[in-house]
């Protein structure tokens, strides 16, 4: 189980973009609006594994599109500080109980059986994803309300690929 990072120079808007792309057609599918917010401003590179990174991203925007039925999903990109990236994944679907809201991160757990009836999954993706942010020195949290949906947000410090290259 050993997980290694391999640091690079990534564009950030295209990083989420190739997530979000192939996202989108389940997205339609489902009559759900997909929103990708990047904070005007931002460096346009980093320096980070942008390979652990889109799949951080891939399994909270997958998750997120499983467990909505309708309404939207929304990817926010800020930076708080320096360089503190802050993602967050935030739908309008079934929601977590608040006694569950720790569990989520746990391997093999999901929330209840009529939903894992309903919605097929391993129960792993959260547990790695969790893992991944530790590895990178990122924090990763949720906010939800059941029957409201929920937000899913990691941070990771990553430094900036060049100082000077601003997105519009
Ligand atoms: P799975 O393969 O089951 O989706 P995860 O580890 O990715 O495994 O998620 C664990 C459980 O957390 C899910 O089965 C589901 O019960 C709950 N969950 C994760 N993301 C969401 C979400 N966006 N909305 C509601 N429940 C979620």
């Keep these: 189980g050993q997980l290694v990072l391999d640091p690079a ?5 295209e990083a989420i973009e190739d997530v979000a792309t192939p996202v ?10 997909l929103i990708v917010r990047v904070e005007p401003g931002l460096p346009r590179s980093f320096v980070g594994d942008v390979g652990r990174i889109r799949q951080i991203i891939t ?3 997958g998750n997120a599109v499983k467990f909505t039925d309708s309404g939207h999903v929304l990817v926010n990109v800020t930076l708080d500080g320096g ?30 059986a ?9 129960g792993l993706g959260l ?6 942010v530790d ?22 410090s990553l430094p900036v690929a060049d100082e000077f290259e601003r997105e519009q």
């Excluded at 989108?24 to 609006?33: F, G, M, P, V």
């Excluded at 720790?102 to 209840?112: A, H, P, R």
């Design 9 to 13: 120079p990534f564009n950030l808007t």
């Design 24 to 33: 989108s057609t389940r997205a339609k599918e489902k009559d759900l609006e």
């Design 59 to 61: 399994n909270l925007l």
């Design 83 to 112: 360089n503190m990236l802050r993602f967050s994944v935030t739908d309008t679907g079934i929601g977590i109980p608040a006694d569950k809201l720790k569990l989520v991160f746990e391997k093999f757990s999901q929330v209840d």
């Design 114 to 122: 009529s939903s894992t009836r309903r919605h097929e999954g391993t």
């Design 127 to 132: 547990a790695i994803t969790s893992r991944l």
């Design 135 to 156: 590895l990178m020195g990122g924090e990763i949290g949720v906010e939800s309300e059941e029957g409201k949906g929920s937000t899913f947000w990691f941070t990771v």
